[in-house]
C-alpha cells in the first residue's frame, strides 16, 4: 500500500506535486500548532505596512482544519490539477505554471482570506461533456463541477464566497485565454518569457500503436511496368 501510494505521488507533474504537498505540510502544520494560521493569512494591512509579504503565498497554501472539506479539497486538488498539468497544459509547464500565478493575482487582488486557485473551474470549461458522479449520489457533466463543489461546501459549514471567487478567477483565465483569443486573434496572456526560463521544455512523445508493419514501397521496375 504505502509504495503503491509513493508511485502515484511520484508519477504526479512537478506543479501539482509541489502544490500538493506544499498545501497538506501547511494544513498540519498548523493542525500541530506547529504553524499559527494568523501568520498565513492575507492581511493587506500586515503586507504593506509590516512588510509580510509571504501571507501573499501562504494564504493559498492552508485550507483551515484537516476535516472532510479539506480531504475533497486536497482530492479534487490532485486530481484536477493533475489532468490540466498532462493533458491541457501538456509538455507547457510553464504555462500552467502562469495560469495558477494569474488565478492567485486576480484572488488576491480582490483580498481572498484563502482559498482554491481555480484549476477546477479551467479543467471544467475544458473538458464541459465528461460525465462525472458525485460519491455515488448523482451523475452530471463536469460543465457543472465548480458547482457541485460550491454546494458542497455550503453543506459542510465552508464560505461559499471562497469558491464564488474562485470560479470568477477562473472564469477570468478561462475567456482571455480560450475565447478571447479565438474572437481576436491576440492572446493578452501570453507566458512571460522569464518564466518560460524557469522551466525546461518538456518533448510530448506520441506512442505509435505496435505491432504495425507499413509495406514496402513498389519497386522501380514494377512501378514502370505498371
Known sequence: MAQAVEEWYKQMPIITRSYLTAAI?????????????????????????????????????????????????????????KLLEENSFRGRTADFFYMLLFGATVLTGIVLLGGMIPYVYVWSKQNPFIH???????????????????????????????DLLGMIAGHAYYFLEDVYPRMTGRRPLRTPAFIRSLFADEPVVVARPANIRFAAPPAADDVQQN
Open 25 to 81: 505540510v501547511t494544513t498540519i502544520g498548523c493542525s500541530l500548532d506547529i504553524i499559527s494560521p494568523y501568520d498565513l493569512y492575507l492581511n493587506p494591512r500586515l503586507v504593506v505596512k509590516h512588510y509580510q509579504v509571504w501571507r501573499i503565498i501562504t494564504n493559498f497554501l492552508y485550507f483551515r482544519q484537516m476535516d472532510l472539506d479539506f480531504l475533497f479539497h486536497m482530492f479534487f486538488l490532485a486530481r484536477y490539477c
Open 132 to 162: 462525472m458522479s458525485f460519491l455515488g449520489l448523482f451523475t452530471f457533466t463536469a460543465a457543472y463541477l465548480p458547482w457541485v463543489l460550491l454546494g458542497f461546501s455550503v453543506l459542510v459549514g465552508a464560505s461559499a464566497w471562497v
